[in-house]
């Protein structure tokens, strides 16, 4: 009797173990199965973190190589993510992440703090820039970390290379994409773009102090179809500087201050050519800045600006909130030329606030005037912080007010210039 009730129920205990191992494999089967799909998915399989490759993140010890390393393993992933971590301090030295082999989509994941060196032995002579991305094709630089240029050591001279390196530099590269980071204290600019398209900018901030020099906050060059907005810049230059090559360049909804303003050049040094056209710059703010919205060109220069828009510009305490400077000189004397770069199609739609200076400056070559500016309510008054002013001035200026002005703007000619050369140079782009 006992070893039939311990026959059953063995047989009982067996059944039992059979049907739920069978489910335990059912199961495990799908787990298995679903384990396989998360390893091949690129979101974690292609998530590359530099702590893992050496970086000690104490914002003492060396980390450039450790990046070096991570860059090399994510370049060769599609749609990869190198993470620099929140919490974590890294010292890096001039790098480049470069390609053109790289694949595309990578993601540059800034939730750490990068910081560059301060000793003028970890530069050595020449470098024109710290952080350099090069060749790449839709690469983005996200997150809400700080590169941190520590380039008080640069500014006032001392034992650093005469050579101010730029914070963080794109060249030749396409469908770039800079959102959520901060760039403080650059050693010269905050952040270049040259030789890119398909380039996005928003959400950002630049910090430098404003006697801090040549620190733009965001330059262009020989850059198309560029989009800058949602940001903050405060620097010792101009919040953004439009140089030449630059074509279809969309700035809006930007604040600026300190700093220079917005500038397109300066243009033509060294009897160079120049062509920037399709500019707009529009719902941006300027407190305490040098000028608002500026257009600046070498004697000697060649080329032209064309089809610019600045439109609802809220000006405070600007020393001169609308400028066109084609005699720029930066330092020292500059001989006359009769070349210069064409100015035309420039029109200035709602500006208004407080400057400190000169409402208007219009200065325009004797040989190759400014044609078909336009002012369209524009309401200009003289800060209470200032105690002298002057009144706008004009220089073979050519265009239309299409309404009246304050203060009135009597000085702008109206009509085409009987010189013809303007158009001619003009076409030269």
Same mark, same amino acid.
């Given at each position: 009797?006992?070893?039939?009730?311990?026959?059953?129920?063995?047989?009982?205990?067996?059944?039992?173990?059979?049907? #739920?191992?069978?489910?335990?494999? /059912?199961?495990?089967?799908?787990?298995?199965?679903? #384990?396989?799909?998360?390893?091949?998915?690129?979101?974690?399989?292609?998530?590359?973190?530099?702590?893992?490759?050496?970086?000690?993140?104490?914002?003492?010890?060396?980390? +450039?190589?450790?990046?070096?390393?991570? #860059?090399?393993?994510?370049?060769?992933?599609?749609?990869? +993510?190198?993470?620099?971590?929140?919490?974590?301090?890294?010292?890096?030295?001039?790098?480049?992440?470069?390609?053109? @082999?790289?694949?595309? @989509?990578? $993601?540059?994941?800034?939730?750490?703090?990068?910081?560059?060196?301060?000793?003028?032995?970890?530069?050595?002579?020449?470098?024109?820039?710290?952080?350099?991305?090069?060749?790449?094709?839709?690469?983005?630089?996200?997150?809400?970390?700080?590169?941190?240029?520590?380039?008080?050591?640069?500014?006032?001279?001392?034992?650093?290379?005469?050579?101010?390196? !730029?914070?963080?530099?794109? *060249?030749?590269? @396409?469908?770039?994409?800079?959102?959520?980071?901060?760039?403080?204290?650059?050693?010269?600019?905050?952040?270049?773009?040259?030789?890119?398209?398909?380039?996005?900018?928003?959400?950002?901030?630049?910090?430098?102090?404003?006697?801090?020099?040549?620190?733009?906050?965001?330059?262009?060059?020989?850059?198309?179809?560029? $989009?800058?907005? /949602?940001?903050?810049?405060?620097?010792?230059?101009?919040?953004?500087?439009?140089? !030449?090559?630059?074509?279809?360049?969309?700035?809006?909804?930007?604040?600026?201050?300190?700093?220079?303003?917005?500038?397109?050049?300066?243009?033509?040094?060294?009897? !160079?050519?120049?062509?920037? /056209?399709?500019?707009?710059?529009?719902?941006?703010?300027?407190?305490?800045?040098?000028?608002?919205?500026?257009?600046?060109?070498?004697?000697?220069?060649?080329?032209? $600006?064309?089809?610019?828009?600045?439109?609802?510009?809220?000006?405070?305490?600007?020393?001169?909130?609308?400028?066109?400077?084609? %005699? *720029?000189?930066?330092?020292?004397?500059?001989?006359?030329?009769?070349?210069? =770069?064409? =100015?035309?199609?420039?029109? *200035?739609?709602?500006?208004?606030?407080? *400057?400190?200076?000169?409402?208007?400056?219009?200065?325009?070559?004797?040989?190759?005037?400014? !044609?078909?500016?336009?002012?369209?309510?524009?309401?200009?008054?003289?800060?209470?912080?200032?105690?002298?002013?002057?009144?706008?001035?004009?220089? &073979?200026? %050519?265009?239309?007010?299409?309404?009246?002005? =304050?203060?009135?703007?009597?000085?702008? &000619?109206?009509?085409?210039?009987?010189?013809?050369?303007?158009?001619?140079?003009?076409?030269?782009?």
């Amino acid at each position: 009797m006992k070893s039939i009730k311990l026959g059953s129920f063995t047989l009982i205990i067996a059944i039992v173990f059979a049907v #739920w191992f069978s489910k335990f494999e /059912s199961c495990s089967g799908r787990q298995g199965r679903h #384990w396989r799909k998360l390893k091949a998915s690129p979101a974690s399989a292609a998530t590359f973190n530099v702590l893992d490759f050496g970086a000690k993140g104490d914002g003492h010890a060396d980390d +450039t190589k450790a990046f070096q390393a991570a #860059w090399a393993a994510a370049c060769k992933v599609e749609s990869s +993510t190198l993470v620099i971590p929140s919490g974590s301090v890294f010292l890096v030295k001039p790098i480049s992440f470069s390609g053109p @082999n790289c694949a595309q @989509n990578i $993601v540059f994941q800034l939730d750490g703090k990068i910081i560059a060196p301060t000793s003028s032995a970890a530069w050595g002579s020449g470098i024109l820039q710290w952080l350099e991305f090069t060749k790449l094709s839709k690469i983005t630089i996200r997150g809400k970390g700080i590169i941190d240029g520590q380039g008080s050591v640069w500014w006032h001279g001392g034992k650093m290379s005469s050579t101010k390196p !730029t914070a963080l530099r794109f *060249y030749g590269s @396409n469908g770039v994409v800079v959102t959520g980071i901060s760039i403080q204290n650059s050693q010269q600019t905050h952040l270049k773009f040259d030789g890119c398209t398909n380039v996005q900018v928003y959400g950002i901030s630049t910090s430098s102090p404003g006697d801090s020099p040549n620190t733009d906050g965001i330059h262009l060059q020989n850059s198309q179809d560029v $989009v800058i907005y /949602s940001s903050t810049l405060a620097c010792g230059d101009d919040c953004v500087s439009i140089q !030449t090559g630059c074509s279809n360049i969309y700035v809006h909804d930007v604040d600026c201050g300190p700093g220079h303003g917005i500038s397109i050049g300066s243009l033509g040094k060294g009897k !160079t050519k120049a062509c920037v /056209s399709n500019v707009t710059v529009q719902d941006v703010t300027f407190e305490n800045t040098l000028t608002g919205v500026r257009i600046k060109t070498w004697q000697g220069g060649f080329g032209s $600006v064309r089809d610019v828009m600045f439109s609802n510009i809220q000006v405070t305490d600007v020393e001169t909130p609308i400028m066109i400077d084609q %005699y *720029y000189c930066d330092g020292g004397k500059c001989k006359n030329a009769t070349p210069a =770069v064409a =100015v035309a199609g420039i029109n *200035y739609l709602n500006v208004k606030g407080t *400057y400190t200076k000169e409402p208007v400056h219009l200065a325009c070559s004797e040989s190759l005037p400014c !044609t078909d500016i336009t002012l369209d309510t524009i309401e200009l008054k003289l800060s209470q912080k200032s105690k002298r002013s002057n009144g706008p001035f004009c220089w &073979e200026a %050519y265009g239309e007010l299409r309404t009246e002005t =304050v203060p009135p703007i009597d000085c702008l &000619e109206t009509g085409n210039p009987s010189k013809t050369g303007a158009r001619a140079n003009k076409d030269s782009c």
